[in-house]
């Protein structure tokens, strides 16, 4: 991808402009946050619209906050510099956006004051994230970092490291994707993604109180089953072995996208196949991608001027 451009401070470049100092904060210390967004190509009109790209800012600039990362930018501004960056690169694909604001500053130290804060903002086209249209997932080992210990709710990329020891272990073991519990043992979510639970025709997913990133696909799920399919949607902790009763299971994020999971722990969930709920919520979640529902049309920024 080293001939792509990026937004870098202010400005987009070719990225092979950029480099990092290996003294940075970022590096040394993990002290930087970001966003993961989804723009849809949508064939039919040659149009790419970004999805939901408003949230994701809001969220980027709240976590930034909490990092006392300060960027010189409004969610705006930040809309407007992505959609330039599209264009510059003028994908005609599903695009992966990456923003990354980062304590740039190259001093010993993992101070989050008086710093060096930077932003780069890289996207490069992206299909299924796991390859797969359904998931054989394990509870993992690792405990869910805490709020008030390594925030889930930042973003922080130093987070990740939790997230990519939980997938170490049962990527390693076969399964397809891990699940969290947190330290009291509730069902938390995935390393990249939330989760659901269909039990009694109710749709379930664990409360920000256990420690999941409130995210944005969660969101657009539990709105589509009350608008859409006039569900009940309860957010309440999760016990484990519910997962092994549940009707039905899926995984909602946005690389993950909305992807069933037929398996825990080598229990089948359900019928082992794709439960109804979560097909038609998939079904309603990427009709809504490529602003063809104008109910949800608010949701889709297009990137070409037509
Ligand atoms: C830990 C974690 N949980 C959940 C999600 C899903 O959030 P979203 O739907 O906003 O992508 C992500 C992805 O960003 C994540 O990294």
């Given at each position: 991808m080293n001939e792509s451009y990026v937004f870098y401070q202010g400005k987009i470049v070719e990225e092979k402009e950029v480099s990092i100092s290996i003294r940075c904060k970022a590096f040394n210390y993990g002290l930087a946050c970001f966003e993961g967004i989804r723009a849809y190509w949508d064939e039919e009109n040659e149009q790419l619209y970004t999805f939901r790209l408003r949230e994701h800012y809001e969220r980027f600039l709240q976590s930034c906050k909490t990092l006392y990362i300060n960027l010189p930018y409004t969610v705006d501004e930040l809309i407007e510099a992505t959609i330039e960056l599209l264009r510059k690169n003028n994908f005609k694909t599903t695009t992966y956006i990456r923003p990354i604001a980062y304590k740039?500053?190259?001093?010993?130290?993992?101070?989050?004051?008086?710093d060096d804060d930077r932003i780069v903002i890289y996207c490069q086209p992206m299909g299924s994230?796991?390859?797969?249209?359904?998931l054989k997932v394990a509870v993992t080992s690792w405990a869910r970092i805490e709020d008030n210990m390594?925030?889930?709710?930042?973003?922080?990329?130093?987070?990740?490291l939790n997230s990519g020891l939980a997938s170490l272990e049962v990527l390693r073991k076969g399964y397809d994707e891990a699940i969290f519990l947190t330290r009291n043992g509730h069902v938390c979510e995935g390393p990249g993604e939330n989760i659901f639970m269909v039990r009694k025709g109710k749709l379930i997913t664990p409360p920000?109180?256990?420690?999941?990133?409130?995210?944005i696909t969660r969101d657009t799920v539990i709105l589509l089953a009350k608008n859409e399919l006039g569900l009940e949607v309860v957010e309440r902790s999760v016990a484990r072995t519910e997962l092994y009763a549940a009707e039905e299971l899926f995984f909602s994020g946005t690389a993950m996208e909305v992807t069933p999971i037929i398996e825990v722990d080598d229990r089948v969930i359900g019928?082992?196949?794709?439960?109804e709920i979560s097909t038609k919520i998939k079904e309603l979640f990427f009709g809504i991608t490529t602003g063809k529902n104008p109910k949800y049309a608010h949701f889709c920024t297009p990137v070409y001027e037509k």
């Amino acid at each position: 991808m080293n001939e792509s451009y990026v937004f870098y401070q202010g400005k987009i470049v070719e990225e092979k402009e950029v480099s990092i100092s290996i003294r940075c904060k970022a590096f040394n210390y993990g002290l930087a946050c970001f966003e993961g967004i989804r723009a849809y190509w949508d064939e039919e009109n040659e149009q790419l619209y970004t999805f939901r790209l408003r949230e994701h800012y809001e969220r980027f600039l709240q976590s930034c906050k909490t990092l006392y990362i300060n960027l010189p930018y409004t969610v705006d501004e930040l809309i407007e510099a992505t959609i330039e960056l599209l264009r510059k690169n003028n994908f005609k694909t599903t695009t992966y956006i990456r923003p990354i604001a980062y304590k740039g500053a190259d001093k010993i130290g993992p101070t989050l004051f008086d710093d060096d804060d930077r932003i780069v903002i890289y996207c490069q086209p992206m299909g299924s994230y796991t390859g797969k249209t359904e998931l054989k997932v394990a509870v993992t080992s690792w405990a869910r970092i805490e709020d008030n210990m390594l925030p889930p709710r930042t973003k922080a990329t130093a987070a990740y490291l939790n997230s990519g020891l939980a997938s170490l272990e049962v990527l390693r073991k076969g399964y397809d994707e891990a699940i969290f519990l947190t330290r009291n043992g509730h069902v938390c979510e995935g390393p990249g993604e939330n989760i659901f639970m269909v039990r009694k025709g109710k749709l379930i997913t664990p409360p920000p109180s256990d420690n999941i990133l409130e995210g944005i696909t969660r969101d657009t799920v539990i709105l589509l089953a009350k608008n859409e399919l006039g569900l009940e949607v309860v957010e309440r902790s999760v016990a484990r072995t519910e997962l092994y009763a549940a009707e039905e299971l899926f995984f909602s994020g946005t690389a993950m996208e909305v992807t069933p999971i037929i398996e825990v722990d080598d229990r089948v969930i359900g019928s082992g196949e794709h439960g109804e709920i979560s097909t038609k919520i998939k079904e309603l979640f990427f009709g809504i991608t490529t602003g063809k529902n104008p109910k949800y049309a608010h949701f889709c920024t297009p990137v070409y001027e037509k």
